[in-house]
């Protein structure tokens, strides 16, 4: 038990935080639907009914939508985009997809390598780059998901206002919609941005995610 | 999920699920009905208090709303409830409801659209 916790400690950390985060959201959420609520003359809802309405699944999904695309881009993108000095970067000569060899895939293949590297064909091809569509996946569908709930959430607020329902359609075209995506998205391109370069400069001793302490500025990705 | 998921993407502005789109259609129909038949005390009863509230500012609230002459509602023609909000929209005029603990009632009647402003009507809480 206790080297399960410790080979899974990561995992269990960060899961265990996401169902803490997820209460925390329901709890707090739920207090300012019912506050306004009373103002508006209406009846408080108990927590499951606030859990599952479209207010609370738009809050959910736009923020997991944003943060698959952030992971999605972040593993795309540095195939091809190098940022010289910082560990989230390849090498400048690795620019691209690299060989077959540097990836351990087909003719290369180890005896511990997963048995879609070893193959051909269009298993190869998918498992290569199974990370990204899985990621991407999960991003369309949280989309997907804060745009079906958005419309409810959207459409019980403007009858609340005496104005009439949208159609999803619609609501896809709408400030409301893109207001809500765009916010999200800047915080997690600037973010990304930040860990990048500020990883040149600044260390965080024995961290995967920064270079050794004393390693030089202009070493890029694994050459430390 | 995946039903709300086709309703929304496949289904119109009004699409809000049609499953609950009877008890609301019906305090709309009983509000109309009671007017019409010169019963204004029953019709009161099925607004929303603030919406009372507001039409008995100066006198009695079925003196009030009889006096206020609301069009014949009619047919309902369509009916869209997204959450706790519905709007029935009749032949004769359009009506929105909350739903409260007690069930649905009429937020505002007598309404006439003023896009891209909010409808304004006769009756509002």
């Known amino acids: 038990m206790k080297r399960f916790l410790r080979d899974n400690g990561l995992t269990l950390f960060f899961l265990g935080a996401f169902l803490l985060s997820l209460l925390g959201q329901a709890l707090a959420g739920q207090a300012r639907y019912n506050e306004q609520q009373l103002t508006d003359g209406g009846d408080p809802i108990p927590l499951l009914s606030y859990v599952g309405s479209s207010d609370f699944a738009v809050d959910v999904a736009e923020n997991w939508q944003s943060e698959y695309l952030q992971f999605l881009l972040f593993i795309v993108v540095t195939v091809w985009l190098v940022q010289r000095g910082s560990p989230e970067s390849k090498r400048i000569k690795d620019i691209g997809d690299e060989s077959e060899e540097q990836q351990q895939m087909g003719a290369y293949a180890h005896e511990e390598s997963p048995g879609w590297a070893r193959g051909y064909g269009w298993r190869r091809s998918v498992y290569a780059n199974s990370l990204g569509l899985v990621m991407g996946l999960i991003f369309v569908l949280s989309w997907l998901g804060q745009s079906v709930a958005g419309t409810a959430a959207y459409n019980a607020e403007r009858l609340s206002r005496l104005q009439d329902p949208v159609s999803w359609g619609q609501y896809l075209g709408s400030a409301e919609f893109w207001s809500r995506t765009f916010q999200n998205w800047q915080s997690e391109m600037l973010a990304v941005a930040s860990m990048v370069v500020l990883s040149i400069y600044l260390r965080q001793r024995a961290s995967p995610e920064s270079k050794p302490v004393g390693e030089a500025h202009a070493t890029t990705g694994e050459e430390n | ?125």
């Open chain 2, 1 to 125: 999920m995946a039903c709300l998921v086709a309703c929304v993407v496949l289904g119109g502005a009004g699409c809000g699920v049609a499953a609950e789109a009877g008890p609301p259609r019906a305090v709309t129909e009983r509000f109309f009905a009671a007017l019409a038949e010169g019963r204004a005390g029953e019709a009161c009863a099925l607004l929303a208090r603030q919406a009372a509230e507001k039409v008995a500012e100066e006198e009695p609230c079925d003196r009030a709303l009889a006096g206020l002459g609301l069009p014949a509602g009619g047919a309902v023609r369509e009916v869209a409830v997204w959450g706790d909000e519905a709007q029935v929209r009749m032949a004769g005029d359009t009506v929105f409801l909350h739903r409260y603990a007690d069930g649905w009632r009429i937020r505002a009647a007598g309404c006439r659209p003023d896009p891209p402003r909010p409808y304004d009507c006769e009756v509002e809480a």
